[in-house]
């Protein structure tokens, strides 16, 4: 295992152009986190402090940051969908086979990499949160920093997820452009579906079935913050109450989603000649 | 003998076409192979299907025996496939560090390897400035990284210059000399004839013949001769049952063997015979007439 990661590293690392983007996928969420966390001042007028409105109190602080990292995520899909494409360009695939590594080592060793970065992803988010909540928050007890961290396990889920999603694509076109263009594609399929589904049956059975599909399980996973925030600051407003917690059967989707796309990868090397 | 690859009754469809029919051969230890055919008759397919890359329609093959599967096989095989493929943002060394991550190989083996092929000062330049001498003899180097036990060479020579032909020719005989097995797929008849000891001839996806070069070149031969006497030569020549048929351009005549007979026995049966040659060679039939006979007359 460590041989195959070793060997996808390899080819990104000394490629200028997904160093790049993995460099900035992994170190812009954490400048934004960090810039977002200092006092600015505006010319004396007034200053802007976010770390005032409490967003980066425990618990509420994993769900804060895990939701807008997760945006930063296309930066690394492009090096997904490339780290096929250029096989594919360049032939090297070909190679690769014909020097003794088998079809499915090829598809593990990207998807090994794809798990080692989102640890790695995950473990600098975790990190992050850590220490500027230690810096902000008001409530500093362990048992309060610790819970909620179930929105790591989900932002680290959620990335293997559309990652693997990337793979299959590049997998599927050979292309990097074309590639990125299907997650497009597959972006407005699910609102398709969604949009049949409200006249076939009614809004709330097609939400339940959106749900399933796997862009939509990907965002589900974190819900969107921005409720939670002002519910926080006006708890008395019930009608506002939603469901943002992360459950085991959202987990499950994603999870199975990826099993399905990986093994797709892996069913069209096995049957393509190359 | 050991036997290195054995395929047995191999067929590749591509849709409606046939690329590769019912195709069957053996490559043992130490031999110099030729699969030998013209454009498209199917030698790239056939190795890319032992080569992992290519999924077979029907019918089955095994290296070393059957011991192992495929793509632990390949370990032990160095091969090229038509163009050299590399990662051109990697410098020669990265590539090969690369291939010795994959086939399991000691780095120390790189510098080694490239030596050989000459390109150890080129070492840390970037694949994508090498020229195509250069690549392919990067090739080269990469497939001789685990010391193989069979070296496969699909079309080594193609698009190269004449210097560059000639160096990756002396390559694969000096690395032929050292005792490993090499597969050569080529069109060049003459590059296979100077460099294999046995050949497999396709066409159209067919095996048409198989066994040694010299086996193939099975004829015994035939004169060139010039006379004044044309007349009586054509005649003497035309009732010996030694000779399977004469033909004749203008002033020269050819004689093909039935038997052998070496030139001076023939000398003298002339003389005898009161017959004056003013023109007497004898020469065997090259590869090449014999395999454009082979691919033409089928």
């Known amino acids: 295992m460590l041989r195959l990661v070793n060997l996808e590293l390899q080819k990104l690392l000394l490629n200028r152009a997904s160093k790049v983007l993995i460099f900035i996928s992994f170190i812009l969420p954490f400048t934004v986190l960090i810039l977002s966390s200092i006092k600015i001042n505006f010319f004396g007028f007034f200053t802007l402090e976010l770390g005032e409105l409490g967003i980066f109190n425990f618990p509420i602080i994993w769900h804060i940051t895990t939701f807008f990292a997760s945006y930063f995520k296309l930066f690394f899909a492009i090096v997904v969908v490339s780290m096929i494409g250029n096989e594919y360009s360049n032939k090297t695939i070909k190679q690769n086979l014909i020097d003794g590594l088998s079809k499915k080592e090829f598809i593990l060793s990207k998807f090994y990499t794809i798990v080692f970065f989102s640890l790695l992803a995950t473990v600098l988010i975790a990190i992050g949160s850590f220490c500027i909540g230690l810096y902000y928050s008001s409530y500093t007890e362990a048992s309060i920093i610790f819970s909620e961290t179930e929105f790591l396990l989900a932002y680290f889920v959620k990335l293997v997820g559309f990652f693997s999603l990337c793979l299959f694509f590049g997998m599927l076109v050979k292309r990097s452009a074309f590639a990125l263009a299907f997650l497009f594609l597959l972006y407005i399929f699910e609102w398709i579906v969604f949009g049949v589904a409200v006249k076939v049956f009614n809004l709330d059975m097609a939400w339940k079935i959106k749900n399933f599909l796997p862009l939509e399980s990907m965002y589900n996973l974190i819900n969107q913050p921005f409720q939670r925030v002002v519910m926080s600051k006006y708890p008395e407003k019930i009608d506002m109450a939603y469901d943002y917690a992360v459950h085991w059967y959202e987990l499950v989707i994603v999870l199975g989603w990826t099993a399905v796309f990986i093994f797709l990868s892996y069913r069209l090397l096995k049957q393509r000649d190359l | ?298």
Request: hydrophobic content about 40%; charged content about 25%.
């Open chain 2, 1 to 298: 003998m050991e036997t290195i690859l054995t395929i047995n009754n191999l067929t590749k469809k591509f849709g409606y076409l046939t690329a590769v029919k019912d195709l069957s051969f053996t490559i043992n230890k130490g031999n110099v192979y030729g699969i030998l055919g013209p454009n498209g008759s199917g030698k790239s397919t056939t190795l890319g299907i032992v080569l992992n890359v290519v999924n077979k329609t029907s019918g089955d093959f095994s290296w070393f025996e059957g011991q192992t599967t495929t793509h632990d096989a390949l370990k032990k095989v160095g091969a090229i496939i038509e163009n050299p493929n590399f990662y051109p943002y990697m410098s020669a060394y990265q590539n090969l560090k690369l291939v010795c991550r994959i086939k399991g190989v000691d780095y120390s083996k790189i510098d080694e390897k490239l030596e050989i092929v000459g390109l150890l000062d080129r070492k840390n330049s970037k694949f994508s400035n090498f020229s195509l001498g250069m690549k392919q003899r990067l090739a080269i180097a990469s497939a001789l990284l685990n010391d193989p036990e069979i070296l496969i060479l699909d079309e080594p020579t193609n698009g190269l210059d004449p210097q560059g032909i000639h160096q990756i020719r002396s390559l694969i005989k000096q690395i032929a000399s050292e005792g490993t097995t090499i597969l050569l797929a080529s069109h060049l008849l003459d590059e296979v004839e100077k460099v294999c000891s046995h050949v497999v001839v396709l066409r159209k996806g067919e095996k048409l013949y198989s066994g040694r070069v010299d086996e193939m070149i099975s004829s015994h031969g035939f004169f060139e001769l010039k006379s004044v006497q044309h007349e009586t030569l054509i005649s003497f020549l035309q009732n010996n049952p030694d000779f399977i048929s004469v033909k004749e351009e203008g002033e020269l005549i050819t004689a093909f063997l039935n038997e052998p007979m070496d030139a001076s026995t023939f000398n003298k049966l002339m003389f005898e015979k009161g017959i004056t040659l003013s023109h007497l060679v004898m020469r065997k039939e090259s590869l090449e007439e014999q395999f454009l006979k082979l691919t033409d007359n089928n």
